[in-house]
């Protein structure tokens, strides 16, 4: 089975510009959560969407900001970037039921200049 | 709030030498469940283990092993005969039951030399 999968590997933006992150959850997962990992830093939680709705929101600014979609996929949108914008975004999916694992995709490297 | 706690920022070995990597957690659910991630250098971070805060039960998954001592909040993971292929970033995470994100640590970096 294919994993988690994440487009685009690598971005460039400029600050002030808006970034569109993609996420294609492993088949038969209905949870996708998004992280942001900054250098050196463990990943820190965005959002959780299930069944298209928002399930929960980490310490981010509205600026931030996701949705799901009926096939489960996920977009991430950043608007008015900033440097500090700059980091690895992780994509999760997780299987029905009480397990809890979260299966991460290759992530998407934003650098922001 | 949970918080989790990897001390050890950077452990270089020699191959085939063992290595343990330390974790600490705070919480104040009763019921968690704990993680060990494997980051190589390509950026994916790979599911290793999953621990429920019920079970303290140690488990060896072939030259992995992992201490799980909750009197001491303590989820640690050792690599017997350390292998090149075990360089990576290991992060420890923690979420608690019905909840919504993991909460990772700072992560430790293991570099194991030939």
């Known amino acids: 089975d294919a994993g988690v999968t994440q487009s685009p590997t690598h971005l460039i933006k400029t600050r002030g510009q808006h970034v569109t992150l993609r996420c294609s959850p492993i088949?038969?997962?209905?949870?996708v959560s998004w992280y942001q990992q900054v250098l050196g830093q463990g990943p820190q939680f965005i959002f959780q969407?299930?069944?298209?709705?928002?399930?929960g929101r980490g310490n981010f600014p509205d600026r931030f900001s996701a949705r799901q979609f009926p096939n489960y996929s996920s977009e991430l949108n950043v608007n008015a970037l900033l440097l500090g914008d700059s980091a690895l975004y992780l994509c999760?999916?997780?299987?029905?039921?009480?397990?809890?694992?979260?299966?991460f995709g290759p992530g998407t490297r934003l650098t922001v200049t | 709030a949970q918080k989790v706690t990897q001390a050890q920022t950077e452990i270089s070995v020699v191959e085939k030498e063992d290595v343990t990597l330390d974790c600490v957690y705070e919480?104040?659910?009763?019921?968690?469940?704990l993680f060990w991630y494997k980051q190589p250098p390509s950026g994916e971070l790979v599911f290793l283990i999953r621990?429920?805060?019920?079970?303290?039960q140690n488990e060896i998954s072939g030259r992995y092993s992992w201490n799980f001592q909750k009197s001491t909040s303590s989820f640690n993971f050792t690599i017997t005969a350390s292998q090149v292929v075990d360089s990576a970033v290991y992060f420890c995470?923690?979420?608690?039951?019905?909840?919504?994100?993991?909460?990772f640590g700072a992560g430790t970096i293991l570099r194991v030399k030939s």
């Open positions: 999760a999916s997780r299987p029905p039921g009480r397990t809890y694992e979260q299966y």
């Open positions: 088949s038969g997962h209905k949870s």
């Open positions: 969407y299930y069944e298209k709705e928002e399930r």
């Open positions: 919480t104040r659910d009763t019921t968690y469940y």
């Open positions: 621990r429920n805060s019920f079970d303290e």
């Open positions: 995470a923690l979420i608690m039951e019905y909840g919504n994100k993991l909460v």
